[in-house]
């Protein structure tokens, strides 16, 4: 019993050692909080660790904390509405970004801290609060070890069950599964916004995907795609470009079709109220810089948007670009203000759709 | 000779304080020291618990962003009757409205509000704020002004919107809830069944609790049975057997059965490789993934109260039925079962309640049929940080746990349940 007394003596006396050690070691706590990137997380991340965050480290001296979300807006708008504002730069969608800069989450953009609007491609100009990083795209993506012959060309090709039997995979949202199944029903890509504006075109939009129903398997995280291609639990799917060449990169002979992708522009915005405006800005005027843009699209090929990055990239790379101008043929261009109008009714539908 | 009585004398301590006093104060010493050890657990639930779900049933019911954004808008529009467009005041009102709110950058929030009510309300403010903020000399009307902007501003149905909205408390999120909305007049009509969304998802999530409940209780009896007839020795290796997969995280456990279950998985390999079918059978990301996965989630807690009833039931008793003549059978129903009830119910109780409120699994394994109201209550916070249809939605799942509780305190007793 004494014995143990003291070996519990002992162990407290180890336990307050190891917190005073612990508490001193501890930075003290101070205003200056260090810069905090928040991205999607993943191999692109990874990327963008190498492209941006390793080398502003090392020019600056600064510290950069990186961190990853699932896009949800959510977080921001408590640490503002909270007044404790812990991320400083976020990447984010762009109808998430219209949303939130409209609520007042965001910074508005002073566009000379960054480079000045004109260096960018025009369509990285999203709203007053995003400065434009990557163009990314939903494409079709099929398993050519699978599919042997002819593959699928296009969205229409992806409806036809009878000449490619097996499952597809959709992305389990209204945003795009209703852009797709227009352009599967003939629909011209620079028309769908217009069609999908009328009751008569959502419905239209409804029962085309109606006739692929049977046939479908829905994936939200953009991981899942190259998974189920690769065990052959569908036979093609829609998928994030970036994902698929991955795969591909991996040794997959995965095959991308970019007739009639769906593009967007995801963006950098600064978290209203934060701390680190200063170095913020400075951030993402580097990481906007066209030589660190063509290191990112190099290790994952999403779209630069610097003009002069365009030109910067490897030329074997840039046919995997979204923004090449050979895979933007038939393209549609994500509209994210119309998406932010319509995106609660649309999905509730859809929800109510999928569910019957 | 009479035998004097003595007056009933007061009752004191050693020390002459009067019996009744010191065992008040005695009585009141210890309740506050039952208050000093409950009040640190009781501020902690008050801080962490009680007030966001109070924070959070205000939010289904708030309406400030037009009382916020459009102050003279909501003013104005108090006297209109709703039989016509608004006149000329309404529309300088909010012309005003939208022009500052434009210069403040704070229009987006009425917008979103807006839009709520009719997609598309949101560009439209927006527009509409972008250009009257242009308007440089004042015009003649703004009625006309705002209308030649976009003719919708002549349409009785956005007017309308705006009336709803501009009160102080609205009762918008919590009919959207149940499928129900106000029309033009202000009536409460159903939605159109194309949007009737959550009266099915809800029906469906009661749905599938159920079916996970019963589950949970038909494997989790005689395994909890088994524990409780067990010695110690033999029956603590099988507890942490039922406990160690509680200890796991979910999110670890719920992408193992996507592991096992999918198309190339384990299950169906030896399914094909038996012959007993030719094709793979699809497990995951329907109906039956869900209920393996909540199933194996949810068993500890229906085990654990079971085990802890039934290891207090002497197994004399079934020795007595049997040699009263009871075979088997009537004696199991007749004497354990009953006995067993305290811990049947807890248990169903427990994992009723855990899986109502259930949004990773689902989320993960299941296909869009088969996803629970937290699922769409996550929609609304994170994706379109609708923070007011969250909560409503959330309004409805808290109802239906609390009646829950009522209806089983009533015909059980909430005092006979036996969790651990």
Redesign the interface.
């Known amino acids: 019993m004494k014995l143990f007394r003291i070996s519990m003596f002992k162990f407290a006396l180890v336990v307050i050692a190891v917190g005073l050690i612990g508490g001193i070691g501890l930075p003290q706590y101070s205003d200056a909080r260090d810069l905090t990137v928040v991205s999607w997380g993943g191999a692109y991340q990874e990327a963008q660790r190498k492209a941006y965050f390793e080398p502003f480290m090392k020019k600056t001296g600064k510290k950069v904390l990186d961190e990853s979300y699932?896009?949800?807006?959510?977080k921001i708008?408590a640490m503002v509405e909270a007044k404790n504002v812990t991320w400083d730069v976020v990447q984010v969608e762009s109808p998430?970004l219209i949303?939130?800069?409209?609520?007042?989450l965001l910074e508005?953009i002073d566009w000379s801290r960054v480079g000045g609007k004109e260096s960018f491609i025009p369509t990285a100009i999203m709203g007053e609060c995003g400065v434009g990083t990557i163009v990314w795209a939903h494409v079709i993506a099929y398993d050519a070890d699978r599919i042997k012959g002819e593959g699928p060309k296009n969205w229409a090709d992806f409806w036809n069950v009878k000449k490619w039997p097996g499952k597809r995979a959709l992305r389990?949202n209204a945003k795009p599964s209703l852009e797709i199944a227009l352009l599967a029903d003939g629909v011209p890509a620079s028309d769908v916004y217009k069609v999908l504006s009328s009751e008569a075109g959502v419905q239209r939009a409804f029962k085309k995907l109606d006739e692929l129903k049977p046939h479908l398997?829905?994936w939200?995280a953009g991981a899942q795609p190259p998974q189920w291609l690769a065990?052959?639990?569908v036979v093609m799917t829609s998928a994030y470009n970036g994902r698929i060449s991955a795969a591909i990169k991996e040794g997959r002979n995965f095959k991308i079709v970019w007739t009639g992708q769906n593009y967007a522009v995801d963006s950098w915005v600064i978290v209203k109220g934060s701390s680190n405006l200063d170095l913020a800005y400075e951030f993402i005027k580097f990481a906007s810089q066209p030589e660190n843009q063509a290191v990112s699209a190099a290790a994952v090929p999403y779209g630069p948007t610097n003009v002069k990055a365009v030109a910067a990239v490897d030329p074997k790379i840039a046919p995997d670009l979204p923004t090449y101008p050979a895979n933007l043929v038939g393209s549609v261009a994500t509209d994210a203000?119309w998406w932010?109008?319509?995106?609660?009714?649309?999905?509730?539908?859809f929800?109510?759709?999928?569910?019957? | 000779m009479a035998h004097t009585k003595t007056p009933p004398s007061v009752l004191t301590t050693a020390n002459g304080i009067p019996l009744k006093d010191s065992l008040r104060r005695a009585e009141r010493r210890r309740k506050l020291k039952a208050a000093g050890l409950v009040l640190p657990l009781f501020l902690f639930l008050l801080t962490t618990f009680i007030t966001p779900i109070l924070l959070l049933l205000y939010r289904a019911i708030e309406n400030p962003e037009l009382l916020e954004v459009m102050p003279r808008t909501v003013a104005a529009i108090q006297h209109w009757d709703g039989a016509d467009i608004p006149d000329e005041a309404v529309f300088t009102a909010l012309a005003t409205d939208l022009r500052l709110a434009h210069k403040d950058?704070?229009?987006?929030?009425a917008?979103?509000r807006l839009?709520?009510d009719i997609?598309?309300?949101?560009?439209l403010v927006?527009k509409t704020a972008r250009r009257v903020s242009k308007i440089k000399n004042e015009p003649s009307s703004y009625r006309n002004a705002v209308i030649a902007i976009d003719k919708r501003w002549g349409n009785l149905r956005y007017w309308s919107a705006v009336k709803q909205a501009a009160r102080p408390y609205t009762d918008f999120y919590l009919l959207a809830a149940v499928d129900f909305e106000r029309d033009r007049s202000g009536n409460i009509a159903r939605v159109p069944a194309?949007?009737?969304?959550y009266t099915?998802?809800f029906g469906?999530t009661f749905w599938m609790s159920m079916v996970v409940t019963l589950w949970c209780l038909l494997l989790g009896y005689p395994v909890a049975w088994m524990l409780a007839g067990l010695p110690a020795r033999h029956g603590n290796l099988l507890m942490i057997l039922v406990l160690l997969p509680f200890w796991t995280s979910l999110l670890v456990r719920t992408a193992s059965w996507i592991i096992v279950l999918?198309?190339?998985g384990i299950i169906n390999k030896v399914l094909m490789w038996t012959h007993i079918t030719s094709d793979p059978l699809q497990l995951v990301?329907n109906r039956f993934g869900v209920y393996v996965a909540m199933v194996h989630i949810l068993l500890p807690f229906m085990i654990l109260p079971l085990y802890s009833v039934m290891k207090n039931i002497p197994p004399s008793l079934m020795r007595a039925a049997a040699s009263l003549g009871a075979n088997p059978i009537i004696a199991f129903f007749k004497v354990y079962l009953p006995q067993s009830m305290p811990g049947i119910s807890a248990g169903c109780l427990l994992v009723f309640i855990l899986a109502i409120g259930y949004y990773i699994t689902p989320?993960l394994v299941g296909?869009?049929?088969d996803?629970m109201l937290s699922y769409?209550i996550a929609?609304f916070?994170?994706?379109?940080?609708?923070?007011g249809m969250a909560s409503g939605l959330a309004v409805l799942l808290l109802s239906a746990t609390v009646v829950l509780y009522v209806v089983f305190n009533r015909f059980i007793g909430i005092e006979r349940l036996r969790i651990g």
């Not at chain 1, 932010?340 to 539908?349: F, N, Y």
């Not at chain 2, 194309?194 to 969304?197: F, G, H, S, T, V």
Request: proline share 1%; net charge neutral; with cysteine.
């Open positions: 699932n896009g949800e807006m959510a708008r998430e949303n939130a800069c409209e609520q007042g508005i389990k398997q829905w939200e065990s052959g639990d203000d932010v109008d319509h995106i609660e009714e649309l999905s509730e539908r929800n109510v759709w999928a569910a019957q | 950058r704070t229009v987006g929030k917008g979103k839009n709520y997609s598309g309300f949101r560009s927006l194309e949007r009737a969304l099915k998802v469906r999918q198309k190339e990301f989320a296909g869009p049929k996803q769409f929609f916070t994170n994706n379109t940080i609708n923070w």
